[in-house]
């Protein structure tokens, strides 16, 4: 018996496949126990009938098949199998065959597989009936005892398993591996039984163990095929299966153990992966390919989606094709057509083998009982009615049950299971690089990781079969490495566990409820996001892109059965999704236990180069006090260390959000009438940082993510028809319907939403501590306190949102500011601790669904006083570019760690210095700065990582001296380096950083335009000069942005540096610092030092005499004589001689034709910009104009052709930590001259104011005058200004003319020594372009250090179209000087009158026509009527301010005189417009012409004129309603004409009118701003617009539905200008008062909504759907109605009201004093928004106002006015007049307020 159904057994499933079994030797070795197959051969279509195609067996064989069975001893004898030397090669099939020769061999492979399949389950079904036959008399449950015990005595072992795979065109080889797998019976602790032992086993349990030895995975590498030198991508692992069946306790017990305690490597090379990915794109591709020859894809897929329907029809049609064939069929069973062969053919090709298997087996069963049951015509016609074929139902494998009876297995209760995973690490290597540390792509290392599962079936507490259930587990850490770099990293947790998390899942049937319980705790995790690892991951994963598919036929799904498709795809199983829906509502536990602790991880994400941004959410922790119901929550919420930190690239670390926790309090309780829900809210203080180097990295993340993120892929062609054919949302319905889960959530829904929603909301904060600084140190430190209660919120409403009523009340705060003082280093208050208290309410408006009236108050309770000093304002107000440069990127040309270098040091000293930073932790490291010149330094690296707060510093090599005092690196300061003359200053020439400066106390600044060559008496050691000066755009001096000449040449290009031994070369814009050997310390304290100076430049300068200076040195003069030139000796000049005609003429033209501009200065933003150093050749001075001075005021040709500086100390004292004072000597030009003209060059000719007493009358023409002329917008620079003109002045003249030959300079004005030196005083002179021209108005304005400014106060300039030369200005019949389109215009031009003349050009031949008018400028803007030949003009004359920045820093104001009207046609169609007067004119499209009509602009009734548009056919259109030019008419208004021959569109148009200080600007143009659409769907209805001006009468607008429709006015500026409109629905007229108001009508019968609201530039009347239908006022009275809604609508208000402000003003030098202090008492803001209705009022009012004055003796006035005091008041003012304190004052009557 046995012995048959095993021989059967063998040859059904191993014939197939294996070669090489003998029938004798099979039998034989059956039937005594002992089995011996061996060297048998694996086939090589093995593949193919297993379904596998495109490959085949190349060679297969396997070593030896053991069987041995004790056969009497069956139930307590060992059964062995052994299989060794399994080795199999596959390869992939590469024949060139055609496409009916590889499919005629496809479907006879397939039919190959189907019919073997189909013999294997017959022979199974076979075996199974005569089992059951055999066993049908034997004891119950012997079987099943026979057969427990057969499989408990069953040992398998297996082993030399090689399955190997190799492809010459795919490049690829790679072998599996299994040297051992043993399956083996062990007791019930698991134990091995030895050699020969038996195992005992109580009962009917079962122990097996199954064990894997050694499995690895080797492949070549990439492009090889061969296995030789692979290497292994799966290292050998080893595995264990454990499983127990205990029947009697119906209990299972499984343990997995994958890993077996070694690590487990998978290795994987990049060129491997792109090869296995290749291959498999290939693979697939091939595979389609091959399918397609059978089964166009799309039919293919049609099938598969309607596989159900497709089985039960293949069934049918064999089931009639097999009775046909075995001549069984019935009458109505016809044989198949051609075209149900065909579909038949279809079918076989397309489903797979299994499903055709078990189909054909159905038919064959079916076939075999007709054909028993066929005896006659009788049974036959039974058979029809009873069974007359397959059913309509899937028939398939699982209905060929046979009807024996076997024994039933009960279903274990308990289940008990566990799996362990030991460590597995993954490498992925990229063989592309050449770097070992590269290579490491990434590294991924799991640790041991447990999982364990409990399972013990029950009865819950409804009488439901549910489940006692725990899955717990506990993940080993994860540790990930790309580049020899950290990315994922375990950290420790609190409470020491190891693992990465813990977890519990535990479902109780307790008596009374179910109970869930959930525990999850996590370790924290650090994780670096590496940028580099995104794009190399994501290449190892790419898959290549696929081969362009083969042209193919192709079928269509027909229509009928798309639907067919989407229920096949989305609702096949409708009913198990019922069935499992309503089962998991049956067992929702009615409690639940949380116990959560999550350490979120801390995110390391790098930003470019500029550092990395740390983020942590903290650790989360979620805990239910007791178990709670949905009925009843109570929920513990904690959140610790929630942070934000920035690590700049300097790895400075800034808390932006330091750690602080949160903790929450949930209580929500639901009873029969409500929700009601209790939050309680308590943080710590939370302190943010607001840092300039914080916010670059948090701007530029944005880009940096928006850079790594892949490029989005459209979606695949076919997943979209899939998508717009199918509606899961049908599947959806087709779930919910009848479903008793859904119909109860429904029943839920609906009661929640009868109750009100009661929330409570306390919010306890700590403080808030906000820090803003700058790159360096903190600025403003802000904090904000709550008191009291803190927030709270009440809310009560329906859950539906309905009915609400909200309320957000702070009762008390706190908020202040203190702000750090640079010049003590204190912290200072900025904003006194203010009190205050907020609330915001969102009340329902009553009658109104959707309509919220909010109202936010705040209300002070303590006054709010801001105190104001000059230095805490100025770094507030450098903090705006600060925080603006962080988010600009930085500069391309600077290197980045140059741009980013906050700490900088510069030495001009003559010694190397050493640095020493110190920390409060400690000393740091130690720097060596060198003599550096200009070559600053960054300190960053000594300082940001370690930091380090200050500095001190030494003379290198000077052991035994003392250090200087500590240097705060945060504040400005300075010190005194002990041993030296050297200071150590700390300055901030830029907020963004601090230079530190390195030089002795007296420094050298050169401010004029050349270099100057220093020489300091007494200095030695020449060779280390050029190391003392650098750019003093270092030190916070940089150049000024206009460009600068002068007319001394520049120095020869190979002119050396230094013409003498021991002298400094000083460039322009440098600084140098004055050697140690040539500085002298004073007995006080002051350093001084001997120098004398020249320029470098024209034919040279002697150096001037030595002078002392120092920290007391006053403006002085030095005067640099030129050198005499041999080849030119100097002549006497003759008292009252005068130079000749032709000498002046070629030394003029010499003067003129070596004399040009030169520019020093590097202008940002100009072109042409030159190195510094060069320089433009200019000749000597100029030749005095006029007559000679008298002998006594003649001066030498040395003094004549001399370069005269000024000299100026300036001295600035720091006060911290000691008390040392650095000068500075400045040089500077004698006169700077800037033009702030901005166009044309102004001529200035300078002498310097003479000393004699001789009359003025003989000193005309005996002045030595000096001539320069000075480009616009430049500064030019005069150095042979007599050095007299420092105490005694200067005079100044000037002219306009751009020739020599009409030249009329301005009379002379006087400029004092003193006013030449400050600042503040201006003088006004008269200017001529010609000697016939009229003069204009220059302002001389003295900018202090020895410049001076000429600048124009009014321009003019013409807007008309008269062109650029046909108006001009003039005064008393003379032209005013003009700069190409600009007229400089006099200085009293506001008080006096101008000439305006206008020329219009004749015929040709005639000359222009000139009109002239009198004009006084206007300060603001002024209109003219003006009649000239050729008829009335109207002008507008408007002044407007010329920005600052453009004219050098001047106050400019331009006057325009443009046309009063400008009238523009901006439509597509030409338009004729009449005129006040009558006359047509007519304007072409996009034409905009002036109009010289009489205008009022500010008069309502006023000018008026009309227009029509021109039609195509020539006939001629209704003239437009009057359209008045004027002010009041303001705005676009739409008007609509009265013509038949236009349509609707052309019909409406709309006028423009914007006035702008009397001038006037009208715009036509088609259509309207007012837009009628019918936008209903609902109901088919009608919509007409009646436009209603003062007469009530308009045109009706018929509005279609879906058509935008523009709509006018016939009058619309007749009556009071309303715009009124009826909107006309089915016949109910519905009146719109003014269009210009937001407004929303409901017509409540036909579910319909009017809403009129404005969109971009349009208003939009629209007729819409309503979704919410609400009751509204009857058609009778819609005004009322509309003022109902009006009142009923959404509102906001906004109510501030504050007690007292008070600003104090205070000055800091010498002693800090409040200068000045503002009251403000009694401040209220009201702000009220109607939404609906788009109105807005707004309220404020000031009670009082008082201004104080805070300096001593100041009277309060309490004594001022007395009577009692008057005596003794006029005896104090005989001494001295006192000054009032109260400055600004409220005098309203009684209680009137200020404002």
């Known amino acids: 018996m046995f012995q048959e159904a095993l021989e059967k057994l063998i040859l059904q499933f191993l014939n197939p496949y294996l070669e090489g079994i003998q029938l004798g030797s099979l039998h034989q070795g059956i039937y005594n126990g002992h089995l011996e197959l061996k060297n048998l051969k694996v086939k090589p279509e093995v593949l193919s009938l297993l379904g596998v195609e495109g490959f085949r067996i190349e060679r297969g064989s396997v070593q030896l098949i053991r069987l041995c069975i004790p056969w009497r001893s069956l139930a307590t004898g060992k059964v062995a199998v052994v299989v060794r030397g399994i080795n199999v090669e596959v390869e992939q099939v590469g024949d060139g065959r055609s496409e009916e020769e590889l499919i005629k061999s496809m479907r006879e492979i397939k039919q190959k597989a189907v019919e073997l399949r189909m013999h294997q389950v017959r022979d199974l079904l076979e075996q199974q009936q005569k089992a059951a036959a055999n066993m049908a008399g034997e004891e119950e449950g012997f079987g099943m005892k026979l057969a427990r015990k057969f499989i408990n005595n069953l040992t398998v072992e297996v082993s030399g398993v090689q399955i190997s795979f190799s492809s010459p065109t795919l490049g690829l080889a790679t072998s599996v591996e299994l040297p051992r797998l043993d399956v083996l019976s062990t007791d019930s602790f698991f134990r091995e039984p030895r050699e020969g032992e038996a195992i005992a086993i109580d009962g009917s349990a079962m122990y097996k163990m199954v064990k894997v030895q050694g499995f690895g995975v080797r492949m070549s590498e990439a492009g090889l095929s061969s296995l030789q030198g692979a290497k292994h991508v799966l290292t050998p692992t080893s595995a264990s299966l454990k499983l127990a069946h205990v029947p009697d306790n119906q209990c299972v017990r499984l343990e997995l153990d994958l890993g077996g305690g070694c690590l487990n490597e998978v290795t994987l090379l990049r060129s491997q992966v792109k090869l296995l990915l290749g291959a498999q794109t290939a693979l697939e591709a091939e595979d389609m390919r091959l399918r397609a020859l059978l089964v166009p894809p799309e039919i293919e897929r049609t099938v598969c989606l309607l596989e159900d329907a497709s089985k039960t029809e293949y ?132 640790h041991k990781t447990q999982l364990s599962a409990d399972v013990a079936s029950g009865v819950d507490h409804r009488g439901k079969s549910s489940a006692n259930l725990r899955i717990a587990g506990c993940l080993g850490g994860v540790e990930a490495f790309h580049a020899g770099q950290d990315v994922i990293k375990i950290c420790s947790r609190a409470d020491g566990s190891a693992g990465a998390a813990d977890f519990a899942l535990e479902n109780k049937l307790e008596e009374s409820f179910n109970l869930l319980s959930v525990m999850l705790h996590s370790a924290p995790v650090d994780v670096h996001f590496i940028p580099s690892m995104v794009p190399i991951l994501l290449d190892f994963i790419e898959p290549p892109e696929p081969a362009a598919p083969a042209a193919r036929a192709s079928a269509v799904v027909p229509e009928g059965e798309q639907d067919d498709v989407a229920m096949q795809v989305f609702g096949k199983n409708v009913d198990l999704a019922k069935e499992y829906a309503d089962a998991a509502y049956e067992r929702v536990p009615d409690k639940v236990t949380l116990d959560v602790c999550i350490a979120a991880p801390t995110v390391h994400m790098p930003v470019g180069l500029l550092g990395k941004l740390v983020v942590n959410l903290g650790q989360i922790q979620l805990l239910t006090p007791e178990p709670c119901a949905t009925t009843g929550i109570r929920l513990n919420a904690d959140l610790t260390d929630t942070m934000l930190r920035v690590v700049t690239s300097k790895q400075e670390q800034l ?56 490029p989005s892929e459209a979606p695949e062609q076919a997943l979209a028809e899939l998508a717009a054919k199918t ?56 904090q904000c306190r709550l008191l009291g209660n803190g927030i709270t919120l009440n809310h009560d409403s329906l859950l539906t949102g309905l009915d609400q009523s909200t309320r957000v009340e702070v009762a008390s705060a706190s908020l202040g500011a203190t702000v750090l003082n640079p010049r003590n280093c204190r912290w200072e208050p900025l904003l006194e601790p203010f009190k205050f208290g907020a609330a915001v309410t969102v009340d329902a408006v009553p009658g109104s669904d959707s309509a919220l009236a909010t109202r936010v108050s705040c209300h002070a309770q303590k006054p709010l006083l801001l105190n104001l000093a000059p230095s805490s304002t100025r770094r507030l107000a ?3 570019p600060v925080f603006a440069a962080s988010v600009d990127p930085p500069k391309k040309e600077a290197p980045l760690d140059q741009c980013l270098a906050r ?122 000069f050029e190391h003392l000066s650098c750019d003093a755009a270092l030190i916070g001096h940089s150049l000024p942005e206009y460009p600068t000449q002068s007319k001394i040449k520049g120095p020869d290009e190979d002119a050396t540096s230094a013409s003498e031994p021991g002298c400094i070369l000083l460039q322009p814009n440098s600084i140098c610092a004055v050697p140690s050997d040539a500085l002298l310390c004073k007995s006080d304290g002051q350093f001084q030092t001997t120098l004398s100076a020249r320029p470098i430049g024209g034919s040279g300068f002697e150096f001037c005499s030595e002078m002392e200076v120092g920290e007391d040195a006053e403006t002085r003069t030095l005067s640099c004589s030129a050198r005499p030139k041999r080849s030119s000796p100097v002549l006497p000049v003759l008292l009252g001689s005068r130079p000749s005609s032709a000498g002046t003429t070629q030394k003029g033209q010499a003067n003129g034709d070596d004399e040009r501009a030169r520019s020093d200065t590097k202008k940002q933003g100009q072109r042409g910009q030159q190195r510094r150093g060069s320089r433009c050749i200019c000749g000597n001075a100029s030749t005095p104009v006029g007559e000679p001075q008298p002998l006594d005021q003649t001066p030498p040709a040395a003094e004549r052709n001399a370069a005269n500086l000024t000299l100026q100390a300036v001295t600035c004292s720091v006060h911290l930590p000691d008390t040392v004072r650095a000068t500075t000597i400045v040089l500077r030009p004698m006169l700077s001259l800037l033009n702030a003209l901005p166009a044309g060059d102004l001529t200035v000719s300078y002498a310097a104011a003479t000393k004699n007493m001789l009359p003025a009358s003989k000193l005309i023409g005996h002045v030595d005058w000096k001539e320069v002329k000075v480009p616009s917008m430049a500064c030019y620079n005069v150095y042979d200004l007599s050095p007299d003109a420092l105490q005694s002045g200067a005079d100044i003249r000037a002219h306009l003319s751009e020739t020599s030959a009409d030249v009329k300079w301005s009379s002379s004005a006087h400029i004092a020594g003193a006013a030449l030196r400050q600042e503040g005083n201006t003088l006004a002179i008269d200017v001529h372009q010609g000697s016939q021209g009229a003069a204009a108005g220059l302002a001389v304005e003295s900018l202090g250090q020895h410049q001076l400014r000429f600048s124009c106060p009014r321009y003019f300039v013409h807007r008309t179209a008269l062109g650029a030369g046909n108006v001009r200005l003039q005064r008393h019949g003379a032209p005013l000087p003009s700069l190409h389109g600009l007229t400089l215009l006099p200085g009293d031009c506001e008080e006096r009158q101008c000439e305006v003349v206008l020329l219009k050009a004749q015929e040709e031949g005639e000359a222009p026509v000139e009109s002239s008018h009198k004009l006084v400028m206007p300060a603001t803007s002024n209109t003219i009527s003006w009649v000239t030949p050729w008829g009335s003009q109207n002008f507008c004359v408007q002044a407007e301010d010329v920005a600052r920045h453009s004219v050098l820093g001047a106050s400019c104001k331009v006057l325009t005189l443009r046309p009063q009207l400008v009238l523009t046609n901006a439509s597509r169609q030409d338009i004729e417009v009449r005129a006040p007067d009558g006359t047509v004119q007519r304007l072409v499209a996009g034409q905009s012409c002036p109009q010289h009509w009489d205008v009022d602009v500010g008069k309502k009734r006023g000018t008026h004129f009309c227009m029509r548009p021109v039609l195509d056919d020539g006939a001629d259109a209704e003239w437009s309603a009057p359209i008045p030019c004027s002010e009041d008419a303001a705005g676009s208004t739409p008007f609509c004409l009265a013509s038949a021959q236009m349509d609707n569109h052309s019909k409406v148009w709309s006028v423009e009118i914007a006035p702008l200080y009397g001038a006037l600007s009208i715009v036509l143009k088609e259509g309207s701003e007012l837009i009628a659409v019918n936008r209903a769907e609902k109901a088919a209805v009608s919509m007409t617009i009646r436009p209603c001006d003062s007469r009530g009468d308009g045109d009706d607008a018929v509005v279609l539905r879906g058509v935008e429709r523009p709509i006018g006015w016939a009058k619309p500026f007749e009556g009071d200008g309303k715009r009124a409109v009826d909107v006309i629905v089915d016949g109910q007229t519905y009146t719109i008062a003014d269009i210009r108001r937001k407004t929303r009508i409901a017509v409540a019968d036909r579910g319909l909504v009017i809403s009129l609201s404005r969109v971009g530039e349009q208003t939009i009347l629209a007729l819409d759907d309503c979704v919410a239908q609400t009751a509204k006022a009857s058609t009778t009275d819609q005004s009322d109605a509309t003022c109902a809604q009006a009142s009923q609508g959404s509102t906001l208000e906004l109510d501030v009201k504050l007690g007292q402000l008070g600003i104090s003003l205070v000055d800091e030098a010498p002693q800090p004093q409040e200068l000045f202090f503002l009251h403000l008492g009694l401040i209220r803001l009201n702000y009220l928004q109607h939404v609906d209705a788009d109105s807005e009022d707004i309220r404020l009012v000031v009670s009082d106002f008082q201004g104080n004055c805070q300096l001593p003796l100041r009277a309060d006035g309490r004594t001022t006015g007395c009577q009692k005091s008057r005596a003794t008041q006029a005896a104090r003012n005989m001494v001295f007049k006192e000054r009032p304190a109260v400055v600004l004052a409220n005098h309203g009557e009684g209680s009137a307020a200020f404002l």
């Open 315 to 446: 069934g049918q049609l064999y089931h009639r094709q097999l009775m046909t064939q075995r001549r069984l069929a019935l009458p109505e069973e016809a044989p198949l057509s051609a075209a149900e062969q065909t579909r038949l053919d279809l079918l076989e090709d397309a489903l797979p083998v299994e499903t055709l298997a078990a189909q054909r087996c159905s038919a064959q069963e079916a076939a075999d009982a007709r054909h028993e049951q066929r005896p006659g015509l009788l049974a036959m016609l039974m058979e029809k009615f009873s069974c007359g074929g397959p059913s309509q139902d899937e028939v398939g494998i699982e209905d060929l049950r046979d009807a024996a009876q076997f024994e039933a297995v009960e279903v274990p209760q308990n289940l008990n299971a566990e799996i362990v995973i030991g460590e597995v690490a993954l490498h992925l290597v990229d063989d592309a690089q050449t770097e070992q540390e590269k290579r490491q792509a990434l590294s991924l290392h799991l």
């Open 655 to 710: 808390d932006i959000i330091q750690p602080f926790p949160i903790n929450i309090r949930v209580r929500c309780d639901e009873t029969s009438e409500a929700l009601k829900a209790n939050i309680s809210v308590s943080t710590g203080e939370l302190q943010i940082l607001a840092a300039p180097q914080g916010l670059q990295v948090l701007a530029a993340l944005p880009d940096e993510l928006a850079a790594l993120a892949p």
């Open 727 to 782: 509606d899961p949302a049908l599947a959806l319905r087709e779930v919910a319907e009848g479903s008793a889960a859904l119909e109860a959530a429904t029943r839920r829904a609906q009661e929640l939403s009868e109750k009100r929603l009661l929330l409570d909301v306390t919010a306890s904060l700590g403080a808030l501590s906000v820090t803003v600084t700058d790159t360096i140190a903190p600025v403003v430190h802000l």
């Open 878 to 880: 450098d903090l705006a």
């Open 903 to 1024: 700490y900088r040091v510069v030495n001009l000293f003559e010694q190397p210095l050493s640095l020493e930073f110190s920390s409060p932790a400690g000393p740091g490291t130690k720097k060596i700065v060198d003599p550096s010149g200009s070559q600053w330094t960054s300190l960053d690296e000594l300082i940001i990582p370690h930091g380090m707060t200050a500095v001190t510093v030494q003379l290198q090599g000077a052991e035994d001296t003392e250090c200087s005092a500590p240097l705060r690196l945060d504040l400005c300061g300075a010190v005194q380096v002990p041993g030296s003359h050297c200071l150590a200053e700390l300055l901030a020439p830029e907020p963004a950083y601090r230079l530190l400066l390195l030089a002795p106390p007296l420094r050298v600044h050169n401010q004029t335009d050349l270099p100057v060559e220093l020489r300091f008496t007494g200095a030695q050691g020449a060779e280390s």
